[in-house]
């Protein structure tokens, strides 16, 4: 079945720091999303992306459609201790509509 | 504007038992998505409704698993005879339309527990 590669995995960081993170496919995907997840939470959208190659950033985040619509990643500026939680892309199929899930990156920030 | 509500919040129940999920989704989102989390597998969809009708339901594991959706505002997922396996956290998410069905409001989910 379809699968997305998130990674990394996991990412222990110093506040202040930037973040990065990534999602790729062997599928052509229509719509890229970014979803972040704190314990006890549902999953909430932080960018939606639905051309290839668009750049969009919300506050600190910055979200990119890749040119070949395989990929795409998400980076955080300036980390701050409300950033840590897990990041969840997500890629839709133009065919039906569902989406594929990462497996997700979990944010930690060292005190 | 109230989001995706869901209940119960948890759920402690003995295999066996009946379980029945509860959602109220955002008023005037046409899709409603019911999906469940564990560490292993992470996020799975498992059925999906339309104008309260179902979809997809090629990711409900077996028949043990029901979801219905009686009116625009109101859908169960229910587990009978529930088993240890189905123990996760189970969330329902809706949508506003075909075009924006990736952009998902959540519930706060069901962790449910099955002894």
């Known amino acids: 079945g379809q699968q997305l590669n998130q990674s990394p995995q996991s990412m222990f960081i110093q506040e202040g720091e930037d973040v990065s993170m990534n999602c790729t496919s062997s599928?052509?995907?229509?719509?890229w999303l970014w979803y972040k997840q704190e314990p006890g939470e549902g999953p909430v959208l932080l960018i939606a992306l639905y051309k290839a190659g668009e750049l969009t950033s919300n506050g600190r985040l910055t979200a990119q459609f890749g040119i070949t619509r395989k990929d795409s990643f998400l980076n955080i500026s300036a980390s701050i201790p409300s950033d840590v939680g897990i990041y969840f892309c997500?890629?839709?199929?133009?065919?039906?509509?569902?989406?594929?899930w990462g497996a997700g990156t979990k944010l930690i920030i060292k005190p | 504007d109230a989001g995706v509500i869901q209940s119960p919040r948890h759920e402690v129940t003995e295999m066996g038992q009946e379980v029945t999920l509860r959602c109220k989704p955002i008023s005037g989102h046409d899709y409603l998505f019911w999906y469940r989390q564990t560490m292993m597998r992470g996020l799975e969809l498992l059925i999906y409704?339309?104008?309260?009708?179902?979809?997809?339901d090629s990711g409900m594991p077996e028949d043990r698993f029901s979801a219905k959706m009686p009116n625009a505002s109101f859908s169960t997922l229910k587990i009978q005879p529930s088993e240890p396996r189905d123990s996760a956290v189970y969330f329902c998410?809706?949508?506003?339309?075909?075009?924006?069905?990736?952009?998902?409001?959540f519930g706060e989910g069901s962790r449910l527990t099955v002894l």
């Open positions: 997500a890629g839709q199929l133009r065919s039906n509509y569902q989406l594929i």
């Open positions: 998410a809706s949508s506003l339309s075909l075009t924006r069905a990736g952009e998902l409001f």
């Open positions: 409704f339309n104008n309260n009708v179902p979809i997809d």
């Open positions: 599928s052509i995907f229509n719509t």
